[in-house]
């Protein structure tokens, strides 16, 4: 990394890309992420100032026809002013541990692996769930990111919105003196404060290709700290795009990862669910009122979309926190229904998929429904507690399992929301209100099961569980700290 930081002053190629074919499809490429975050219309070129600038016209593609994202992306490489693996710095994971913003190696959490993923505190038993907490691409970015600090001494950093949905982590960055890109109150960010030789560095969902036109035109170096599974996506859509195909993306449109992915696409619509994957097959294999489809997706397609002409040839994709049982339900709809419509030796050309899921999500959602599973027997829990960012997509998905089964469950971000004295907890509900509840922790025995989102340090656990405790045993003095066999990274370095 520090080889990549003296980098950084050397001289760059140009910001325009190669071009590439500028078949029908490409023609139609560089569809504007969604108006919120900055970017769009250029149709005839112009500077990546320019097209973030013009951001709010959405009737626009956001590149040039022409534009090969694919080859700009690779040309990146060549720059001398771009990292995107992490360079293993025994000091930066050293300072992570001291920061509590890694996997917890010797605390409560890092314990209870070794204890069957239980622990007896008093009369309080904590069931942790089997999957919990950071991924493996959250917790790289997270080391890239205290990398590019150590690599960068006394140089401006900026990151271009929340390293990872986890307040104490972004916290952290802060008093590492990273700035955070403004955000003005409709999402358009301010990129008028990074200079030419500055550092930024991107976040575990990625930034739209019109951003890092914008940096790469700026000549600032890049630390991209997009976790491979979402670049996978990208390229999937990419693939897409190639073949003229429209993407359906199975995703959040305002979520900056699908933003990004949005991004590197060139026809698209974005679906959120089931219902509106069907309303998009129905319409392909019915019609129907393309006024109405326009308004639905009115936020969450490409500009100049036109259902009657782009969902003749569709892929699919999706945002990697989604529900991997519904992405894969769409996947499957989404083929069932062009079959249909044009039979068995057209499919191959007329749907495209690969396998993009990553399964993190998943499998923290599978370990709630074993731990809630057993609800009336000793085997259950009382109640549940659900750590993670709140606005943290998959954790809110963590907090709908139990609310489902009304058990009662506690969403908090951070141990500060839960008062000791008072036996006081400020908590937030799956669909999103923020209430607080006294005396939420009873007199006697109690069963806790326990689990935190994909963007949550082990460390934000072992704060929430060291409150509980003291709040049962006001003489509780803390867990003492014992080293213990690391976790293993859910998925392998690409
Ligand atoms: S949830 Fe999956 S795709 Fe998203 S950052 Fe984690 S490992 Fe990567």
Known sequence: ???????????APPARSSGGAATAAAC??????????GVAACAAGGSAKEVLERAADRSEPANEPGFDARAFRRSLNTTGRYTRKPSNDPDSLALMEEHGVGYSTSGLVAQMRETGYAWKQGDVTVKLAEAYGFCWGVERAVQMAYEARKAYPGQRLHITNEIIHNPGVNQRLK?????????????????????????????AFGASVQELRLLNERQVQIVDTTCPWVSKVW????NQTRKG????????????ETIATASFAGTYVIVKGLAEAEYVCDYILNGGNREEFLAKFSNAMSPGFDPDRDLERIGMANQTTMLKGETEAIGKLLEKTQLKKYGPAELSSRFMIMDTICDATQERQDAVYKLTGAQGTAEGVDIMLVVGGFNSSNTSHLQEIPELKDIPSFWVDSAARINVDANKVTHKLAHGELVETANWLPEGPLVIGVTSGASTPDKAVEDVLDRVFRIKDPSFAGIAPRKAAVKKAAHEEE
Do not use: C, Y
């Not at 955000?183 to 358009?188: H, S, V």
């Not at 390229?235 to 990419?238: G, M, P, Y």
């Open 175 to 203: 008093e590492m003196d990273v700035q955070f890109i403004d955000q003005g109150p409709d999402g358009e960010k301010d990129f008028s404060g990074v200079k030419s030789g500055e550092v930024v560095i991107l976040p």
């Open 1 to 11: 990394m520090q080889a990549q930081a003296s980098a950084a002053l050397a001289a």
């Open 235 to 238: 390229n999937a859509v990419d």
């Open 28 to 37: 139609r490429r560089g569809a504007a992420a969604p108006l919120r975050r």
């Open 245 to 256: 195909h429209t993407s359906i993306i199975h995703g959040k449109w305002e979520h900056e």
